[in-house]
């Protein structure tokens, strides 16, 4: 079966490009607070995704959210409509706290999987509370934007010419449904389950594209980065931004800004508010020559478990209602990751002057290999460093690291990498040539079909439910990708 209503995920990548390269700050200044006398701050982020899965009445496309609400009886699938309820809920929670008297902050990650699904279900109640929160001028200032990937691929198992594909398809999909302007906003990136790359050719590809794509910073976990002396993090780096570096194994260097989402995954931590708590207990820090409010930064699934759905609302407020009770000075502040940045430029805070990470692991690789490989460095010697690590310390990996260490999206999953791997080469044999040719190209249904079954099958649910149904939809979807490239 060949889906023929296709979501929008290519056709103007020079116009997107040259939109999310624009210089200037993506929120406007907030006069009222007087930001010299602020100790610290906290940002909370939620993560919103749903997989697109073929499930539906004659196998066609559709997202997990519609099976869940077409099927009630099975498993967990009653919580459909309260998960629903919880990707619109922002758009009533900040207008009341607004209405209160608060300065309130939220940053979003909605997976493309589902703000597509939800246009394929025409949910236009979530639609149009998403379109506000993203559109309207009030809610600017509040509401934050993170980018991601389309379909929730996990980085350091996606073929590396795939990872810009699915950073340009989110930039896509967010464009066509709320606009332009509302996309240039889009500073930050998320990574689906924090997972960062710690290979170094992938890592560097990663960082490039995200660069590229606009990005001027990403979200990552504490454990997933180390000093460039192989240390962890000092407790002062953890709430103040870092600089990541990324080499590759020829020697080529990117970096870009990231914010540390600190402790474990556990929704308790938003949906308690604890980097509110936090917050509370931090002072200024010393940042170049100058000193900037601490900041606490986390991230949970905005939906999933009891915690979210029932406790994280009342918490919001009450943090919230709290900082309004400190009147017109509040030391403790929530504040959204590119405001924070562009604070610390006005401050006159220089990307030298923030401490130098790169992903964890690679400290032992450098050592490895003698030193950090320079430009024209011989890839095959980080291939053979790598090889003698991984020979005498079993525990040493290369497949980086996410929010937790005790999920492989890799490990007994053969069935569903080879396949990938194989349609992504497929992908690029047929189309870069044509693309490069011919740009519009990627315009066309024969492109678009192709792209969509490559960038699902990359979807980490499929990895992370085990062998069973979701590695059967994989396979599925590498089918119909195989067909749509067959018919290309």
Not at 70 to 84: K, S, Y
Not at 179 to 192: H, M, N
Not at 271 to 285: D, I, N, S, T
Not at 326 to 342: F, H, K, M, R, W
Request: net charge negative; glycine share 8%.
């Amino acid at each position: 079966m060949i889906d023929p209503i296709l979501p929008p995920i290519a056709g103007f990548e020079e116009e997107i490009l040259a939109l999310v390269q624009r210089a200037g700050p993506a929120f406007l200044p907030q006069p009222h607070l007087k930001q010299e006398q602020i100790r610290s701050g906290f940002a909370c982020a939620l993560h919103m995704h749903q997989p697109t899965i073929p499930a539906g009445a004659n196998g066609e496309l559709i997202s997990h959210l519609q099976y869940m609400l077409e099927h009630p009886g099975e498993g967990d699938n009653h919580n459909a409509e309260p998960f629903a309820q919880c990707y619109k809920r922002l758009a009533e929670i900040i207008p009341q706290l607004i209405h209160d008297g608060c300065n309130p902050r939220i940053m979003l990650d909605y997976s493309g999987n589902l703000l597509w699904g939800v246009e394929q279900m025409g949910r236009h109640d979530i639609l149009d509370a998403l379109k506000f929160l993203a559109c309207d001028p009030g809610m600017q200032p509040h509401v934050e934007w993170l980018g991601t990937f389309w379909s929730h691929a996990v980085a350091p198992s996606t073929p590396i010419p795939d990872l810009k594909l699915q950073i340009l398809a989110w930039q896509h999909q967010f464009a066509a449904l709320f606009g332009r302007e509302a996309l240039q906003r889009v500073k930050g990136f998320s990574p689906p389950e924090m997972h960062l790359p710690n290979h170094p050719d992938t890592l560097h590809e990663f960082v490039k594209a995200l660069r590229e794509c606009g990005y001027r910073w990403m979200l990552v976990q504490e454990h997933s980065v180390e000093n460039l002396d192989g240390s962890c993090l000092r407790q002062e780096q953890k709430v103040i931004p870092n600089r990541l570096v990324a080499r590759s194994s020829s020697g080529e260097e990117v970096s870009i800004t990231v914010l540390i989402k600190t402790q474990g995954s556990d929704t308790k931590l938003v949906g308690q508010m604890q980097p509110y708590h936090e917050a509370l207990g931090l002072g200024r820090q010393v940042l170049g020559a100058t000193t900037v409010p601490a900041l606490v930064a986390q991230i949970a699934d905005g939906e999933n478990g009891g915690v979210m759905m029932n406790e994280f609302p009342p918490a919001f407020l009450q943090a919230h209602h709290a900082i309004a009770a400190q009147g017109d000075d509040p030391s403790t502040v929530a504040i959204n990751g590119s405001e924070y940045l562009e604070w610390l430029d006005a401050a006159g805070v220089r990307p030298e002057d923030l401490p130098s990470l790169q992903a964890a692991g690679q400290h032992r690789l450098w050592q490895r290999l003698g030193g950090a490989p320079s430009e024209g460095s011989n890839p095959e010697a980080t291939t053979a460093a790598i090889a003698d690590l991984q020979a005498s310390d079993p525990s040493f990996s290369m497949a980086g690291a996410s929010w937790t260490n005790d999920l492989s999206w890799v490990e007994g999953y053969a069935n569903v990498l080879e396949p990938m791997n194989q349609l992504s080469a497929r992908f690029h044999q047929l189309f870069d040539p044509l693309v490069a040719r011919d740009p519009a190209i990627t315009q066309t249904p024969a492109y678009q079909q192709a792209l969509l079954h490559l960038l699902l099958l990359e979807t980490s649910c499929f990895r992370y439910w085990g062998q069973g149904l979701w590695t059967e939809y994989a396979r599925e979807i590498h089918r119909r990708g195989v067909a749509a490239l067959s018919l290309s």
